[in-house]
Nanobody, 117 residues
């Protein structure tokens, strides 16, 4: 059973920066992809960024402002968020897809990011 622990959410002013972290643990597993999603109140959960074998993909709304990276040795994924806007306010969820020992998607508990003056 893979466990994901997220950190880094906070209250920040518009134009500010935050760095989210998500560490995967819980035995031996092989990760195929790691990503971040977000869900604002009353809205669906949307993809923010994903990294697969070093290749990154971003939602149009965050491209150029957010950067996803991965530390393979630590099974940790990061989301560096710059030039934050009020519309970035949401609960951010880490997602990991494993291919061994089973193919499964795991989710973190979520971390709140609030962008407000």
């Amino acid at each position: 059973q893979v466990r994901l622990v997220e950190s880094g959410g906070d209250l920040v002013q518009p134009g500010g920066s935050l760095r989210l972290s998500c560490a995967a643990s819980g035995g031996t597993f092989v990760i195929n992809s790691m990503g971040w999603y977000r869900q604002a109140p009353g809205k669906q959960r949307d993809l923010v960024a994903v990294i697969i074998s070093g290749v990154t993909n971003y939602a149009a709304a965050v491209k150029g402002r957010f950067t996803i990276s991965r530390d393979n040795a630590e099974n940790t994924v990061y989301l560096q968020m710059n030039s934050l806007k009020p519309e970035d306010t949401a609960v951010y969820y880490c997602s990991v897809y494993t291919i061994a020992p089973i193919r499964r998607t795991y989710w973190g508990q979520g971390t709140q990011v609030t962008v407000s003056s």
